[in-house]
């Protein structure tokens, strides 16, 4: 098991700095940093400039650049951002902080929710509840994201104050304008909508992967088997079918990172919520070299890391794989 | 072996396309360019693309200054003192001057660059102000003052104020400012009568119109201003929220391109303007908007003393261009469209920002219309920083539609419609005047308003620039934007609408009043700035000035809500003007 | 026991059976169908051209009537006509889109799985990596990047036009069905007439194009459903947040009208995004039942089990 995991994570070390380089260049050649430095900055001294350069690795060769960027990156000698000229760690970790609480709540309750409706349906196959599931599930995943979103925001905050005199849930931002501190009511409070844009996209994935992994389980040999030993059907759903029925869906559930910050970013466009989303955005919107590129490291680690995990939960869960 | 060998190819493939992609991209092929620049007089050749565009020069030369120059002399409020106690002295005046003439990466030094001293009077709380010329726009300086003591080097803040302002010499100084909000509290040693109102004023940067309308009725701000659009009207109809539209100083046109390209040449310039039907635009476009606007007829100026109202009125007429086009040799091709000589048509780029919805449905709207009038027109579009910091100022377009703002002060008009401040080699290509006009009597007369103390004779001047304008077909003036405020009624009270129209917005808040009891006042912004610095880049910003810099800088003249100037309680009387 | 006949019945008329029993997707069939002749039948169906105005104005924000069966959008168009052409542009770019990933999707996918080894190993790599990119991400990172480089604007066109969106779907499009393929060329690679094929000396490319591609149809079919919608999403994302076809351009896509949605829910303006975004949803939904019952239709699995 040891050898399987230290394999996978001496893959991933080379996979990590090729796909930060191709970013890099993909970056470079996108977004002209340079060209966003002067433009903001059409005053400044070819001191300057030259500085800004070699912190941003943007030399003429591309491969060069790259080395002499990673050096600065390593070592936390991180570039400011082109416009305002702010320090990128501060703003990163806060939209980190952010997205991380949203995702993961919005993820468990998603996911916990998804399967539950999924055994749900899968417990009567072809029945109305089965087919009401998966019409909802398809309706689910069909509409964007904004549409769903942007339906909430109006029922919850605009139509509900009207009704009810207050808003249930706000519309934007993390806490209510002029609030200092910590407080988790509130957080949770302004979190609520967005995180129920993203968990239902969640919901109508899983919903269906859990139906048909589980049918498929139950209809298998070993199931038969079990069967026939006179075991009560929920045991056998309990310790046999769920067991088997969720190798799939965690390896979906772990290379969805990437689909999980793709729904974020149209969310926290819509609630304005300040989260990794929202981050990029603007930081793309604005041609900003120094503020994407930590961004884009950070978003590939993560999908390395989280690859890795599947690899070993599955391995974990299945013990034909750890002997490969 | 033989599949390790072809895999390997492959990947090394693979690395050396990305390469080779790296490579190709980026640098534009220069094209060869002629050694002297070609003077254009007209008459002959006019240089049709942007290549060409490199080698046009003038020959305008800037009236000499035949004064010796003015000085003027301010008396500072023996009361008058920042947020910690400190008096407003000659330094702070002074401060303010050094800053914004001599800070890498100033915005503007126009004006400053005209003051060659500022000195104490008979007391540090009398100011001197020496001017190399007469300087008529003077009532637009020292407007918004830098506190001396909260910089250590006045001839260099680039630095400083990157996310906070410490000082104040107005009703309310800043608390804290982050990315989230900006917190107001009263400033105790505000010497004025109009002190704060209500104890806490916060601002929110709200990402777009639906977020802010869907924040204000559910009640998590209490003010917008947001930009005007059609639909906006309904979209806040809510009983608890009331409005105010009044008409401010920006507007809207259509500015053409007359350095290089199809404009260069002026038959075909004008007669491209006379067939644009702006009456009927201003119907489809910007009456579903605001159903009280007024086609603007003074051209880059809202309607005041110094514009007549009727400048550019009657700049339709279909039939007059197609007889100007067919008396000077054009036909119209076997494609439709207007070709000289033979030649092909010329193509016209039309370009704005993507995202703005108004634009694009002109351009939807027009193309079709002037297409069948017989002129090759195609939209070409890019993002708004493409748009305004690539595109419009290295003159890469031939028509532009933007919306600028007017101070106050008709001196704007001199650095964007001058001669010498048309980007050429001559001047680094660093001017303003990004329509390439050059027209010399316009120049003189533009640079004899700037230093003529006379507002009667300045007003004529300017009148007859815009006549000019008019004839030479530079602009097609369209729309003068709304300013409006939104504010729920049952959370902000007192004169909300006051100063809406203002060139500093909103700027009464010290007087508003907290309605529901929860002791703040929530503002949203469309804008958020990235820095605080006053002087640099990032105050290039109306929403970034409006928020931060307006509030707490003390001036000399504030702007009225009628657009005017008035002077403020940081001086004892009117400023004396010394003509030298 | 008598000698019966039993009627021979081949794979492809049971898929076509099992894809009738799902009365959702044939119900998809009929309705997309109908969306597809209004589209192709425009120069008939829609009323008024893409940027007419119903009336002179006041022609703005007018609700469904007699001139206008879906109401007006904010400078006086009919809809309803630029449903019609928003629709058509979006099928189109779906379309071509989906045909050119599953072209490239196929061929590379077939021959990984075919050929295994290091390129295998490197494809799905590559394929995976991009996969778990987020997808906006990625499409706009690549969008700006393909915009960069001049010299590719006169195959691709510039980053305004319906061709260049077309090329940017592609690029993404055939992963997903380049790793469907292989998947199938795999599970197929070991059987017995592949073997005999291989023992007969026939070439890797006439194995690939006559044996394992026609075997495949029915996973290639579902994949090129998947793409479409897909791709019509994915220019509804890129239209909603400004990169995608140019509003200016003459033309319009059921992106831009389900973007020009967003401003019109507060406004009470209901028939600017009613009916663009159910067209969408309409659209999509269509598109997955079918995808989805070809699926199930064409399964391996239940062919063997029932």
């Known amino acids: 098991m040891l050898r399987y995991v230290v394999r996978r994570i001496a893959w991933a070390i080379p996979t990590l700095l090729l796909v930060t380089f191709l970013v890099y260049v993909a970056l470079r050649l996108g977004t002209n940093p340079v060209n966003s430095y002067l433009r903001s900055n059409p005053r400044a001294s070819a001191e300057k400039i030259a500085q800004y350069k070699e912190l941003n690795g943007l030399g003429s060769n591309y491969v060069t650049g790259y080395w002499g960027w990673l050096k600065h990156f390593v070592t936390l000698d991180w570039p400011r951002s082109i416009k305002g000229s702010r320090e990128v760690l501060p703003a990163l970790k806060d939209a980190l902080a952010n997205s991380l609480r949203l995702g993961a709540a919005a993820t468990v309750v998603g996911v916990v929710i998804g399967l539950g ?29 904004y549409i769903s979103a942007i339906l909430l925001q109006l029922l919850f905050a605009v139509y509900w104050s009207r009704w009810f005199g207050h808003t249930l849930f706000p519309t934007s931002g993390v806490y209510p304008p002029g609030h200092s501190g910590f407080n988790a009511v509130l957080m949770a409070k302004h979190m609520a909508l967005p995180m129920i844009v993203v968990a239902i996209q969640i919901i109508a ?6 139906r048909s992994s589980l049918l498929d389980v139950m209809n298998s040999d070993y199931m038969r088997t079990a069967r026939s030993k006179g075991i009560s059907e929920s045991q056998i759903l309990i310790r046999h079918g769920m067991r088997n029925a969720l190798i799939p869906v965690v390896t979906i559930a772990a290379l969805d990172v990437g689909s999980i910050v793709g729904g974020l970013i149209i969310t926290e466009n819509i609630f304005d919520y300040p989260g990794m989303g929202l981050y990029f955005l603007r930081a793309f919107n604005d041609g900003d070299f120094p503020l994407m590129m930590p961004w884009m490291v950070l978003i590939v680690a993560s999908i390395l890391l989280f690859n890795l995990i599947a690899d070993v939960t599955y391995a974990w869960l299945d013990p034909r794989i750890r002997l490969e | 072996m033989r599949k390790t060998k072809k895999a390997i190819k492959f990947a090394v493939g693979l690395v050396a396309l990305s390469f080779v992609a790296a490579a190709c991209g980026g640098g534009n092929s220069d094209t060869a360019s002629s050694d002297a620049p070609a003077v254009v007089t007209p008459g002959v050749s006019y240089p049709t693309n942007l290549a060409d565009c490199v080698n046009v020069a003038y020959d305008y030369v800037k009236p000499e200054s035949t004064s010796n120059g003015m000085t003027v002399t301010y008396d500072i409020a023996p009361e008058a003192v920042w947020e910690d106690g400190s008096a407003i002295t000659v330094a702070d005046f002074k401060a303010t001057w050094d800053s914004v003439l001599n800070t890498p990466g100033s915005l503007s030094t126009v004006g400053y660059d005209q003051i060659t001293a500022v000195d104490a009077g008979t007391s540090d709380k009398q100011v001197v102000a020496t001017f190399k010329s007469v300087y008529a726009p003077y009532k637009s300086l020292f407007g ?20 906070f302002i410490p000082y104040s010499g107005r009703p309310y100084k800043m608390k804290s400012w982050s990315k989230d909000q900006i917190i107001y509290v009263p400033n105790e040693n505000y010497w004025g009568t109009d002190k704060a109102v209500t104890k806490k004023i916060v601002m929110v940067p709200k990402a777009d119109s639906d977020t802010e309308i869907a924040s204000l009725k559910a009640g998590e701000v209490d003010f917008i201003y947001p930009q005007y659009y059609g639909g906006i009207t309904e979209a806040v109809a809510q009983d608890n929220i009331s409005s105010s539209v009044q008409f401010g100083g920006d507007f809207e046109g259509f500015y053409f391109n007359q350095k290089c390209g199809p404009f260069a040449d002026p038959i075909f310039r004008a007669a491209f303007s006379m067939s644009i039907d702006r009456e009927a635009l201003f119907e489809q476009i910007y009456i579903p908007i605001s159903d009280q606007g007024v086609l603007l007829q003074c051209g880059p100026i809202v309607p005041g003393p110094n514009c007549n109202g009727d400048e550019f009125a009657g700049s339709f007429d279909a039939a007059g261009a197609e007889t100007l086009l067919t008396d000077n040799g054009w036909a119209k091709g076997s494609d439709g469209y207007w070709a000289k000589d033979g030649e092909s048509a010329p193509a016209i780029r039309w370009i704005i920002n993507t995202g703005n919805t108004r634009r694009e449905n002109t351009q939807a709207y027009l193309i079709p219309l002037l297409q069948a009038a017989g002129f090759n027109i195609k939209s070409d579009n890019c993002d708004a920083a493409c748009y305004f910091q690539k595109r419009l100022p290295a003159l890469d377009f031939d028509m532009a539609m933007y919306i600028s703002t007017a101070p106050p002060d008709p001196g704007y008009l001199t650095s964007s419609f001058v001669c010498d401040q048309i980007p050429t080699a001559a001047n680094n290509n660093a001017g303003q005047n990004s329509q390439g006009w050059c027209n010399a009597e316009a120049s003189d007369l533009l640079y004899a308003a700037d230093v003529e103390a006379d507002t ?19 602009m097609l003036p369209l729309f003068q934007f709304p300013k409006s405020g939104f504010w729920r009624t049952d959370k902000v009270g007192g004169p909300v609408d006051g100063e809406l129209n203002n060139y500093t917005a909103f700027i009464n808040f010290n007087q508003w009043t907290d309605v529901d009891g929860d002791g703040q006042i929530v503002i949203g912004a469309e804008q958020w700035p990235e820095c605080l610095n006053p002087v640099t880049e990032c105050a290039n910003s109306s929403w970034m000035v409006w928020t931060t810099v307006f509030p707490v800088s003390p001036g000399v003249w504030a702007t009225t809500n009628d657009g005017d100037y008035a002077l403020t309680n940081l001086v004892t009387g009117e400023p004396v003007v010394t003509v030298l | 026991m008598s000698d019966v006949e039993l009627p021979t019945i081949s794979p492809r008329r049971m898929a076509l059976k099992r894809f009738v029993s799902h009365k959702a997707a044939v119900a998809s069939c009929v309705v997309l169908g109908l969306f597809i002749l209004v589209v192709v039948l425009s120069p008939i169906t829609a009323r008024y051209g893409v940027n007419q105005s119903v009336r002179k104005p006041p022609n703005s924000f007018l609700p469904p009537q007699k001139i206008a069966w879906l109401g007006t959008d904010d400078i006086g168009r009919d809809i309803y006509s630029r449903l019609i052409y928003g629709i058509r542009v979006s099928l189109i770019i779906g379309l071509a889109s989906a045909i050119i990933s599953v072209a490239v999707g196929c061929v590379v996918g077939a021959v990984a ?15 995976d990596l991009f996969l778990a990119f987020p997808f906006l991400v990625a499409l706009l990172v690549v969008r700006n990047m393909l915009g960069a480089l001049s010299w590719l604007s006169p195959i691709i066109g510039n980053s305004g036009s319906i061709r260049f969106i077309i090329f940017l779907l592609a690029i993404f499009g055939w992963m997903g069905v380049a790793r469907i393929v292989r998947g199938q060329v795999l599970s197929l690679k070991e059987r017995e007439f592949i073997e005999a094929s291989r023992a007969v000396g026939a070439s890797r490319r006439y194995i690939i194009l006559r044996h394992l591609l026609p075997n495949s149809i029915g996973p290639i079919m579902v994949a090129l459903t998947f793409s479409v919608v897909g791709a019509i999403i994915g220019e509804a994302t890129l239209s909603f947040f400004g990169y995608g076809p140019q509003a200016g351009a003459g033309t319009t896509s059921l992106g831009l009208l389900v973007g020009a949605a967003k401003g019109a829910v507060q406004t009470g303006f209901w028939w600017m995004a009613v009916f663009p975004c159910a067209a969408l949803v309409i659209i999509s939904l269509c598109i997955n039942f079918i995808g989805d019952a070809l699926r199930d239709a064409t399964d391996p699995r239940l062919e063997m089990g029932q």
Do not use: W
């Open chain 1, 205 to 210: 994935v899983y919903s269906r992967y859990m």
């Open chain 1, 117 to 145: 409706i999924g055994v749900f349906a899968a417990l009567r196959p072809g029945g109305r509840r089965d087919v009401t599931v998966n019409t909802a599930a398809f309706i689910g995943i069909s509409i964007p994201p």
């Open chain 2, 144 to 163: 918004g003052l830098i506190k001396a003591a909260s910089v250590k080097n006045t001839a260099d803040i680039s630095g400083d104020f990157a996310d």
């Open chain 2, 456 to 474: 009667a004779v300045r007003a004529s001047n300017i009148k007859a620039v815009l006549q000019l304008m008019a004839a030479d077909h530079v």
């Open chain 3, 113 to 127: 799985g075919f050929r295994g080894g290091l390129f295998d190993d490197v494809v799905m790599r590559i394929t």
